[in-house]
């Protein structure tokens, strides 16, 4: 697996969104949450994610896009680790709950945290 985060990996359609959020399982590792929903799309890749901040925590975009950033970097460099033992497809939106600006390694770990969790939740079912 590349260590790319191309377009068709991204999470953009509206739908898909809306249906994420109302049938989607949810698993934290604070100041991070992942929203996980199993589907299938035609596309060859595993998963499409999406990054979000909340805007009442972080009024300026310079913030939020700073947040985003990181988070994306991190998913982009460590999503062959995460991805390896998948076999069905997903839709994924990572959320930062946090109240403060996070540090690179922060996010590394919390996400590493975040989708071990996931792919223990997945095992189980």
């Keep these: 697996m590349k260590f790319t ?4 990996e991204k999470l953009k359609s509206k ?3 809306d249906q994420l959020f109302t049938e989607g399982q949810s698993v934290s590792a ?6 996980y ?5 035609n596309e060859t ?7 979000s901040v909340s805007k009442r925590h972080f009024k300026t975009a310079v913030d939020r896009n700073r947040i985003k950033r990181l988070m994306r970097e991190v998913y982009r460099l460590n999503k062959a680790k995460y991805f390896n033992n998948l076999k069905t497809q997903y ?3 990572i ?8 540090v690179f390694s922060q996010v590394e770990t919390k ?13 189980k079912d």
Excluded at 5 to 8: G, H, I
Excluded at 112 to 119: A, G, P, V
Aim: no cysteine; proline share 4%.
């Design 30 to 35: 604070y100041p991070l949450r992942l929203v």
């Design 111 to 123: 996400m590493n945290t975040l989708f071990d969790k996931f792919s223990d939740k997945v095992s």
């Design 91 to 93: 839709t994924f939106m």
């Design 5 to 8: 985060f191309n377009k068709k």
């Design 95 to 102: 959320l930062y709950i946090g109240k403060e600006i996070p």
């Design 45 to 51: 890749i595993i998963a499409k994610t999406g990054v």
């Design 15 to 17: 739908k898909l969104i």
């Design 37 to 41: 929903l199993e589907t299938s799309f």
